[in-house]
């Protein structure tokens, strides 16, 4: 087909991505191998970077990756957090991060430095539900202040949908898919993303997420770790200055219950705290800190819990695609680690279905880098949905940032 007088080519992406997922404990990073080629242990070269800045006890700050290599006594370090519920609500403390993680010589990985941004796409996972005011400012760092010559955002819980996923559901799907379909995004994935500050809930179609039957559950693993400070506070020591030794401890000894009251016989189980002579011996609370992921009401708040979030989230799709999805239940995030938090998920949902629904419900090799690794993916082995879906620069600046919106969305339906 001619092109119509007058009329321009597209601009080309730059073929190099660095891939984002910006969460609200840690951020995931990488540049994604080019080519089809790329194996997994290659596209797997992810780097997390804690997204805090922290200032410790005597006084000294440090900034994001700089924090674990320098910082040994945690006790009443105080962190500041640009994330809270997924959105970000410092842009000033993000930024310093971002440029210090990725464009500071000295303070940046050297597999993490962008030295040319012009020649390199910006794929960025961004929270479910932001809002447009801040993905405005999003794009005005990216596309204005660090000059990238490409740009995709997308929500970072669909990106798991390009992962390989078969052999997690292979006991359903009974078959390994033929060569080359294994690089072809899962047709119907729900992902749950519980996280730091927030847990969500993901239908996807083919790679895309179902915007409408998106929903949000407002505890993640700060609100666990905040209520065993609480309760550590009042039984035993005082740690209220201590988030950091008391994450630790949660980490260690907490677990999601499916049997309540066998667990209350088994709990208890000895804890110290890392740096000092502290320890104690925890009981219930090894179970019931976790527990107000499924069942927010046991402090008082009015939310569901987290299967009945998905069910409401199910109620918005047809029987079909929902039977599918319940198929295919992928739970990402460093909630996801708790033992038996998988297990309860599954539980807990086959109980809501109906009998000859399957439900299977899994997690990732690693389900902290598994929504990076999905948009490495993504960007090695779909550049063509790059393409349909990301802006360059020229548009970025011709258009502006509400098309860029529109575009992301839509892709290449979205006119000029």
């Known amino acids: 087909m001619r092109r119509a007088k007058g009329a321009r080519a597209r601009a080309q992406l730059p073929s190099r991505s660095f891939v984002v997922d910006n969460g609200a404990y840690s951020i995931k990073a990488g540049f994604a191998p080019e080519g089809l080629e790329a194996d997994e242990q290659t596209l797997s070269t992810c780097h997390v970077v804690p997204n805090a800045i922290v200032k410790t ?4 700050t440090y900034i994001a990756s700089h924090m674990d290599r320098h910082v040994t006594q945690w006790s009443e370090a105080v962190f500041r957090r640009p994330v809270e519920h997924g959105q970000v609500v410092s842009w000033e403390a993000q930024k310093e991060i971002w440029d210090f993680s990725f464009f500071n010589p000295k303070t940046a990985h050297k597999d993490l430095l962008i030295t040319n941004p012009e020649d390199t796409t910006f794929i960025f996972g961004e929270h479910p539900n932001t809002l447009p005011a801040l993905q405005k400012n999003a794009d005005e ?12 955002r997308a929500l970072a819980p669909s990106l798991n949908a390009y992962n390989d996923l078969h052999s997690l ?3 359903y799907h009974q078959s390994t898919p033929p060569q080359g379909q294994s690089d072809l995004p899962m047709e119907c994935l729900l992902v749950i993303n519980t996280g730091y500050s927030s847990t969500t809930i993901v239908p996807t179609f083919k790679g895309r997420p179902l915007q409408r039957a998106i929903r949000r559950l407002d505890f993640g693993g700060k609100h666990l770790t905040n209520l065993l400070k609480e309760t550590i506070s009042v039984r035993y020591f005082d740690l209220h200055q201590d988030t950091k030794i008391v994450n630790d401890i949660k980490e260690d000894v907490c677990f999601t219950s499916l049997d309540f009251k066998n667990d209350m016989e088994k709990a208890r189980k000895a804890a110290k705290a890392p740096e000092s002579e502290i320890s104690m011996t925890l009981g219930n609370e090894r179970f ?39 198929s295919n239940v992928l739970v990402v995030g460093g909630n996801a680690n708790i033992p038996g938090f998988v297990d309860r998920v599954q539980q807990e949902l086959r109980s809501r279905v109906r009998s000859e629904w399957a439900v299977r419900v899994r997690k990732p090799a690693d389900s902290i880098t598994s929504s990076w690794l999905g948009g490495a993916r993504l960007a090695s082995r779909h550049p063509q949905t790059v393409r349909e879906y990301g802006i360059t620069k020229e548009e970025y600046y011709e258009h502006g940032s509400a098309w860029a919106a529109r575009k992301f969305l839509h892709g290449s339906e979205v006119s000029k």
């Open 288 to 326: 019931t800190i976790p527990e107000i992921i499924f069942n927010p009401s046991d402090i008082g708040s009015k939310q569901p819990g987290l299967a009945d979030c998905v069910m409401q989230s199910l109620a918005l799709l047809p029987p079909l695609i929902q039977a599918t999805l319940l």
């Open 169 to 171: 559901f292979e006991e």
């Open 57 to 60: 006890r005597d006084r000294k």
């Open 141 to 152: 760092i990216i596309m204005e202040e660090w000059g990238f010559g490409g740009y995709m």
